[in-house]
């Protein structure tokens, strides 16, 4: 079975595309333990992101396809046009590559590495990563650690919490003169969070499912931020002018129709709505109200890529490092396996020395002479260990003259030992 990556992302397919195919945190665990249970899928691994959906599997690829279009229920000549599919070589390349930020919306940011661990994390509680992909992503983060470190690819790069700021601050130049909600309290809200915290809004609230997690963020911000439950959404959201949402929601939480009733009572003050979920957490129609100013992570790429030219240098090097390490781990699987073959010539070279051992044992306690005994036991140990090889030459060297060359080349025969 083959190693393949099977997947779309932001250069390949819309949000609106990806959501469908998306697998939110809450469903991950039980859609692995479905995968790993396909026939022909003997390791798998699901990467999904706000900006990629990829599955790694050591397998079957179009079994995988098939569950992926029949988990989701969406027919497959809906999403093949945007659909890659890497084997081998491209796949491990693809792996150190997404690693290191290099196949990022952000040019070398660091978060997708973070994201990656967490999906094998889950991949191994769910026993659906075994021998091949540990082997995999071990030496992916070890190199993608090692490339990080002795290059700038990550240097200079506008984050995706960066730039939500940045994409406000065209709508409403004040940001300290703002009321700022936060939806959800997951690691990207997190971020975005801390960098509007920066700039002093008037007000920060972060808005969540359970009040205790949003209550942990608000302690970590410093800045007088208050922790609402998610059910006081409807009541409260006329009164922010910044809204940012990311929860892991298969579901809008924000429709149309609440935008609508909050921009009445906002009077014509507008909103800036930032969707930052996949699947979407704002629904697309509400866009199209007046005063309603809703961007999603695609509408982003114009900001993050800022600076985008200062990086490339520093890319082509860690593309140098990438090929590099892939090389390095081609080689080590290539050794790796041959490691049954040397095991199973050992343990039957093992085995026949036993025999002969024990042959000469019984000698000895018969009371046939020691040198004797020892001549017999090098002669039988020799023919026994040569038995194989011989009768191979005998029987194929005529059709097979690469076997007389492999031959003289693992017991070091030269021709001065071929002429004798």
Request: aromatic share 6%; proline share 4%; hydrophobic share 45%.
């Amino acid at each position: 079975m083959s190693l393949t990556v099977i997947g779309l992302n932001h250069q390949t397919a819309p949000v609106s595309v990806r959501e469908r195919l998306a697998f939110p945190a809450a469903v991950l665990s039980e859609a692995l333990c479905s995968l790993g249970c396909q026939t022909n899928i003997a390791e798998a691994m699901i990467l999904s992101t706000c900006n990629r959906t990829e599955i790694y599997c050591i397998g079957d690829a179009d079994a995988a396809i098939q569950w992926l279009a029949s988990y989701h229920q969406l027919p497959f000549t809906e999403f093949a046009p945007y659909l890659y599919r890497l084997h081998d070589v491209q796949a491990i390349q693809h792996a150190f590559r997404v690693a290191c930020g290099l196949d990022s919306m952000v040019l070398g940011e660091p978060q997708i590495l973070g994201q990656l661990k967490e999906a094998v994390r889950i991949a191994r509680c769910q026993h659906t990563l075994h021998q091949h992909l540990n082997a995999l992503f071990e030496k992916t983060f070890a190199a993608a650690k090692e490339i990080r470190n002795e290059s700038a690819v990550g240097e200079n790069s506008v984050s995706m919490a960066a730039a939500a700021v940045k994409m406000a601050a065209q709508i409403f130049p004040d940001i300290a003169a703002l009321n700022v909600l936060m939806v959800g309290a997951g690691e990207m809200i997190e971020l975005v969070a801390t960098y509007f915290a920066a700039e002093h809004p008037q007000r920060l609230t972060v808005l969540n499912r359970t009040l205790t997690r949003a209550q942990e963020l608000c302690s970590k911000l410093n800045n007088g931020a208050n922790a609402r439950i998610l059910t006081d959404l409807p009541d409260i959201l006329p009164e922010y002018d910044v809204v940012v949402s990311s929860t892991a929601s298969p579901f809008p939480v924000i429709g149309k129709g609440l935008v609508e009733r909050a921009l009445k009572l906002r009077r014509g003050m507008p909103v800036f709505l930032l969707d930052l979920a996949v699947p979407r957490d704002i629904e697309t129609e509400a866009g199209e109200l007046n005063d309603a100013y809703l961007y999603t992570v695609d509408d982003m790429v114009s900001i993050v890529q800022h600076g985008q030219a200062a990086r490339q240098q520093a890319a082509a090097a860690a593309e140098k490092m990438v090929a590099s390490k892939v090389a390095e781990f081609i080689a080590w699987q290539q050794t790796r396996s041959s490691v049954p073959l040397i095991c199973a010539l050992r343990s039957q070279g093992e085995e026949q020395r036993c025999k002969v051992v024990a042959k000469a044992m019984r000698r000895l306690r018969n009371g046939t002479a020691v040198e004797e005994v020892l001549q017999r036991l090098s002669h039988e140990l020799t023919n026994t260990l040569l038995h194989a090889p011989t009768r191979a030459l005998n029987k194929d060297s005529q059709q097979h003259p690469e076997l007389a060359k492999a031959i003289s080349l693992i017991y070091h025969l030269n021709d001065s030992h071929l002429q004798q």
